[in-house]
């Protein structure tokens, strides 16, 4: 008789987190490198500062090319709000969550979502009790250092129903974070400045997640 297989383990999603963009042109194409080379749930844009049109205008144009490969689109930045709708994105990323995140939540859902980047254990209690999407833990929303990352992410996951997007700030920390099963591993710089591309680094980094996941016979 064979021995029972192992079942496989949840599956970790990928989530990309663009630059702050004030010139979109020459980040389009890579953004769209990015999305159609793995399997990515959302893609969190992050906009500059800027007038309302433009900001506007510059939504419209990623959203596309996020929901042209399936992927949710989010927005983040300063007064984006006034435009998650406008633009057709799926929501909003809150990078900074106060004590108005309750308010933010019922404002947006059910119909987007909201997800957010607590910068403590009960800010992200907090946010998982006002009902938001996920809580994403890691350094490029001014969280912890990669380490402290891990530690939240241990304590989060078996505990908590909310999701945990986990950031990886190099493609090397994609594999510890998906053995700890976040539900997402985020990328951001280490993608975008990889020296193969956006493309190469996003099917090295499916690779790992495929060997990370795999059952074991």
């Known amino acids: 008789m064979s021995a029972a297989k192992t079942p496989p383990r949840p599956v970790t999603r ?21 999305v159609s080379a793995g399997d990515v749930a959302a893609v969190v844009i992050r906009l500059a500062p800027a007038d309302e049109r433009t900001r506007l205008s510059r939504a419209k ?7 042209a490969e399936g992927a949710a689109a989010l927005l983040c930045g300063e007064d984006i709000e006034d435009i998650v709708g406008r633009s057709g994105a799926d929501g909003v990323h809150v ?15 059910p119909e987007k979502i909201v997800g957010c980047a607590p910068q403590s254990r009960d800010g992200a209690m907090s946010a998982g009790e006002a009902g938001c999407d996920y809580v994403l833990f890691g350094e490029d929303f001014g969280g912890a250092p990669f380490p402290a990352t891990l530690e939240r992410v241990e304590w989060w996951v078996p505990i908590f129903e909310t999701p945990c997007v986990a950031f990886a700030q190099t493609l090397e920390d994609v594999a510890p974070l998906a053995a700890l099963d976040a539900e997402f591993v985020a990328l951001g710089e280490a993608l975008w400045r990889h020296e193969g591309g956006p ?19």
């Open 61 to 67: 144009a990623l959203v596309q090319i996020v929901h």
């Open 14 to 34: 990928l989530m990309l987190v663009t630059p702050e963009l004030a010139d979109i042109e020459t980040f389009e194409p890579m953004l769209e490198a990015a």
């Open 95 to 109: 990078a900074t969550p106060g004590e108005d995140i309750a308010e933010i939540v019922a404002r947006f859902q």
């Open 199 to 217: 493309a190469t680094a996003m099917a090295g980094v499916g690779a790992t997640l495929s060997l990370v996941k795999a059952p074991t016979p």
